[in-house]
């Protein structure tokens, strides 16, 4: 029987890619998305789960929205989850070429979209995550949060969030492997890929490193279906090898 798969932020360039390729796999598919679901996949298996970007007038709306999903995705008990939330730009903020750029707006957008959202869906799946044997966490980074690889600096937002969001996975996964031995929850590097969020920086790739989405999700999920419990807490690269914090 194909394993359940959940792709959170489906709606994503990487998420949709990832729908895509599960769904030509054989695989049932949940997806979750502010957005609506794609025209091209209404027809096609997946059953498409939206969340109410505006839900609640207080802090704890979003939340409560996000709870709501999870607890009726889990029910079909998925083994192998995405978590696919990303921001690096939009019209008014590009990536801090300096210190002297850095503003708060952007900062706080970025850590709202690229932590504190994987957050609130790692903490609504965790009781679930503690229970499911062999389940496997893929949540999406970029290897420019590595501390230990920077060497360009710049970037600051986004290189600050994704820091952030490797440090959540490390230390969820390690009290994840408290209650369960067979998990395995991990941050990952995507590669560069033809979507909204690289596309204003794409004449920088070298040439041949540039993939279409379809190409990404096949090899992310080359990485999931390898992933072992005992590479929880690590970033990996989009081929499986590890990269330094």
Same mark, same amino acid.
Request: proline share 6%.
């Given at each position: 029987?194909?394993?359940q798969v959940?792709?959170?932020?489906?709606?994503?360039?990487?998420g949709?890619?990832?729908?895509?390729?599960?769904?030509?796999q054989?695989?049932?598919?949940?997806?979750m998305?502010?957005?609506?679901?794609?025209?091209?996949?209404t027809?096609?298996?997946?059953?498409?789960?939206?969340?109410?970007?505006?839900?609640?007038?207080d802090?704890?709306?979003?939340?409560?929205?996000?709870?709501?999903?999870?607890?009726?995705?889990i029910i079909?008990?998925?083994?192998?989850?995405?978590?696919?939330?990303?921001?690096l730009h939009?019209n008014?903020?590009g990536?801090?070429?300096?210190?002297?750029?850095?503003?708060?707006?952007?900062?706080?957008?970025s850590?709202?979209?690229?932590?504190?959202?994987?957050?609130?869906?790692?903490?609504a799946?965790?009781?679930? &995550?503690?229970?499911q044997? /062999?389940?496997? *966490?893929?949540?999406?980074?970029a290897?420019v @949060?590595?501390? #230990?690889d920077?060497? !360009?600096g710049?970037?600051?937002?986004?290189?600050?969030?994704?820091?952030?969001?490797?440090?959540?996975?490390?230390?969820?996964?390690?009290?994840?492997q408290?209650?369960?031995?067979?998990?395995?929850?991990?941050s990952?590097?995507?590669?560069?890929?033809?979507?909204p &969020?690289?596309?204003?920086? /794409?004449a920088? *790739?070298?040439s041949?490193q540039?993939q279409? @989405?379809?190409? #990404?999700?096949?090899? !992310?999920?080359?990485?999931?279906?390898?992933?072992?419990?005992?590479q929880?807490?690590k970033?990996?690269?989009?081929?499986?090898?590890?990269?330094?914090f």
């Amino acid at each position: 029987m194909a394993e359940q798969v959940l792709i959170i932020g489906a709606g994503s360039g990487i998420g949709r890619g990832l729908v895509e390729y599960y769904l030509q796999q054989g695989h049932p598919v949940q997806a979750m998305s502010r957005s609506n679901c794609p025209e091209a996949l209404t027809k096609t298996a997946v059953q498409w789960r939206q969340l109410d970007a505006n839900a609640g007038d207080d802090e704890e709306g979003p939340e409560l929205a996000i709870n709501k999903l999870v607890a009726e995705a889990i029910i079909a008990q998925p083994t192998i989850i995405f978590i696919c939330q990303g921001w690096l730009h939009d019209n008014k903020h590009g990536p801090e070429k300096t210190l002297r750029q850095l503003s708060p707006s952007q900062l706080q957008k970025s850590f709202a979209i690229n932590v504190l959202q994987p957050a609130l869906y790692l903490k609504a799946l965790f009781g679930y &995550l503690t229970k499911q044997p /062999q389940v496997k *966490v893929l949540v999406l980074s970029a290897k420019v @949060g590595s501390i #230990t690889d920077n060497q !360009l600096g710049g970037w600051y937002s986004y290189r600050l969030s994704k820091a952030a969001v490797n440090m959540l996975v490390k230390t969820s996964s390690i009290e994840l492997q408290r209650y369960n031995k067979t998990a395995a929850l991990v941050s990952l590097h995507p590669g560069t890929t033809d979507t909204p &969020l690289s596309a204003p920086f /794409q004449a920088n *790739v070298p040439s041949g490193q540039l993939q279409t @989405g379809a190409a #990404t999700a096949q090899r !992310l999920a080359r990485v999931a279906a390898n992933l072992s419990p005992e590479q929880s807490g690590k970033l990996l690269n989009w081929d499986g090898t590890v990269l330094p914090f």
